[in-house]
């Protein structure tokens, strides 16, 4: 298959997210390099990164766009029952780069990860700039699952998850939520379609859509709290 998008070079900036493929569903552009200051831009504009290491960096904005807005959460039974066995600890932002590099390990069914280490630099450096974050659930004193996304104004955008104990990730994701609604949080980017995300309430919605909620929440001021949260989500 023969394609053509844009090439990035570095003060390039996005073409416009309509110009994104159709097959593969997305795909918008491509470089080299992943900086921090491209990354922050990209997200402003509903874009985000995807690659493997043998692979330029690629950038994509698909349509339609999975997210999940805070006020439809579904808790399923089965967590909302481990909620409430409460052995665990949440933590926020204390392991972030450990974080990325649980998500970086390879599933059981993948060859690889698209978390490369340049892709590590560049969401650390955000996370020291206050816009990335992790959010972990400790069991007995060890990091046993957990996420990471990037915050602006009052979206959220999800980039990846794991456990190394059953629910671990599940227990820090509506844990995310819940934290972000009472925030007044508008949307959560899950960027993909997936069965596991549709099971919490996430669903599509077309890219116009999107980036017509998104160019609203960005814009607010930064929420006046700092990321830490609350004791009596639960």
């Known amino acids: 298959m023969t394609f053509v998008i844009t090439w990035l070079t570095d003060n390039d900036e996005f073409p416009p997210v309509e110009q994104a493929l159709t097959e593969p569903n997305g795909l918008l552009a491509a470089g080299d390099s992943i900086p921090s200051?491209?990354?922050?831009?990209?997200?402003?504009?509903?874009?985000?990164?995807?690659?493997?290491?043998?692979?330029?960096?690629l950038w994509w904005s698909p349509d339609p766009r999975m997210v999940l807005f805070p006020v439809e959460f579904r808790m399923p039974r089965s967590l909302a029952k481990r909620l409430?066995?409460?052995?665990?600890?949440?933590?926020?932002?204390?392991?972030?780069?450990?974080?990325?590099r649980g998500c970086a390990?390879?599933?059981?069914?993948?060859?690889?990860?698209?978390?490369?280490?340049?892709?590590?630099?560049?969401?650390?450096?955000?996370?020291?700039?206050?816009h990335a974050h992790s959010v972990e659930t400790w069991i007995e004193g060890e990091l046993a699952g957990g996420l990471y996304g990037v915050s602006l104004g009052r979206a959220f955008?999800?980039?990846?998850?794991f456990?190394?104990?059953?629910?671990?990730?599940?227990?820090?994701?509506?844990?995310?939520?819940?934290?972000?609604?009472?925030?007044?949080?508008?949307?959560?980017?899950?960027?993909?379609?997936?069965?596991h995300l549709a099971r919490f309430g996430a669903r599509e919605i077309s890219r116009t859509e999107f980036s017509r909620k998104l160019t609203e929440l960005?814009?607010?001021?930064?929420?006046?709290?700092?990321?830490?949260?609350?004791?009596?989500?639960?």
């Open 157 to 161: 955008f999800g980039e990846s998850m």
């Open 105 to 130: 390990m390879p599933r059981s069914d993948e060859a690889g990860t698209w978390i490369t280490e340049d892709m590590i630099a560049s969401y650390s450096e955000l996370h020291r700039l206050g």
């Open 84 to 100: 409430r066995r409460r052995d665990y600890e949440i933590r926020v932002d204390t392991a972030f780069t450990e974080v990325m």
């Open 218 to 234: 960005v814009n607010y001021p930064k929420p006046a709290v700092s990321w830490q949260f609350e004791n009596d989500l639960f």
């Open 163 to 195: 456990a190394r104990v059953s629910d671990a990730s599940k227990i820090a994701f509506a844990h995310l939520v819940y934290q972000l609604k009472r925030w007044q949080f508008g949307m959560i980017d899950c960027q993909m379609n997936t069965a």
């Open 37 to 57: 200051s491209r990354l922050l831009a990209a997200y402003r504009r509903g874009i985000f990164p995807w690659y493997s290491d043998q692979q330029p960096v």
